[in-house]
């Protein structure tokens, strides 16, 4: 059995989920950047201290 009634509230939420996610695509995407950012100068420093110390694997 399909209820239509249910259907369209669900189709509801989808859409005010999608909206939500439209609507802060940008913040998200900025604090994505943000942590790639951080790993990078992360991995930059390992790196660095690596090569300052080559015994040290």
């Given at each position: 059995?399909?209820?239509?009634?249910?259907?369209?509230?669900?189709?509801?939420?989808?859409?005010?989920?999608?909206?939500?996610?439209?609507?802060?695509?940008?913040?998200?995407?900025?604090?994505?950047?943000?942590?790639?950012?951080l790993?990078?100068?992360?991995?930059?420093?390992?790196?660095?201290?690596?090569?300052?110390?080559?015994?040290?694997?």
């Amino acid at each position: 059995y399909f209820d239509m009634k249910s259907f369209g509230w669900l189709n509801a939420w989808w859409k005010l989920i999608i909206l939500v996610l439209l609507r802060y695509h940008t913040i998200v995407t900025a604090m994505l950047n943000e942590f790639n950012i951080l790993e990078t100068i992360i991995m930059e420093f390992v790196h660095r201290h690596a090569n300052l110390h080559p015994t040290i694997n």
